[in-house]
Each structure stands twice: as C-alpha cells, then as structure tokens.
C-alpha cells in the first residue's frame, strides 16, 4: 500500500441520506455534487486512488475532502 494511511470515514443514515440527495441534484455545484460522492465511496471503504480515479480528482484533493467532512462533516464540503 502506497502514501499515508487513511482513517476511516464514517456516515450515519442521515447523512448517507443528504449526501445521496446532493448527488442527485440538478441545481447544486459539480464541485459540491463531487465532494458528495467522494464521501460517499469514503464510507464504502474505497481507497483515495480508487475514489481519485472514480471522480476525476487527484489523490491528494480526496485526502482534503476527507479530512474537512471529519473536521466540519457536511458543512465542510461548502466553498
């Protein structure tokens, strides 16, 4: 295994919920739908390669991602 290890991302119900709905929506920032699949396929155990490579982003913007939804959860996916 490459790079640095990784903690694990954890959603609860209702926010698999909200992510799911941002993921859907027509009205909302790529940029914001994107970071909601990111967490999504955190959650699912995927690596931040395979999730890098799943979104178009680099590995290290995953990482970013990831460390705002532990530091702010949903609030931290915001611009």
Do not use: C, N
């Not at 959650?43 to 982003?57: F, H, M, N, P, T």
Request: aromatic residues 6%; proline residues 3%.
């Amino acid at each position: 295994r490459r790079g640095r290890p990784t903690f694990a991302i954890t959603v609860s119900d209702a926010e698999r919920e909200q992510l799911t709905a941002l993921t859907r929506s027509r009205a909302l920032s790529a940029g914001l739908v994107r970071r909601a699949r990111v967490i999504l396929l955190a959650a699912k155990g995927l690596s931040q390669q395979e999730i890098a490579r799943r979104v178009d982003l680099s590995p290290a913007m995953v990482g970013q991602w990831r460390r705002r939804w532990r530091a702010h959860g949903l609030a931290g996916l915001y611009d």
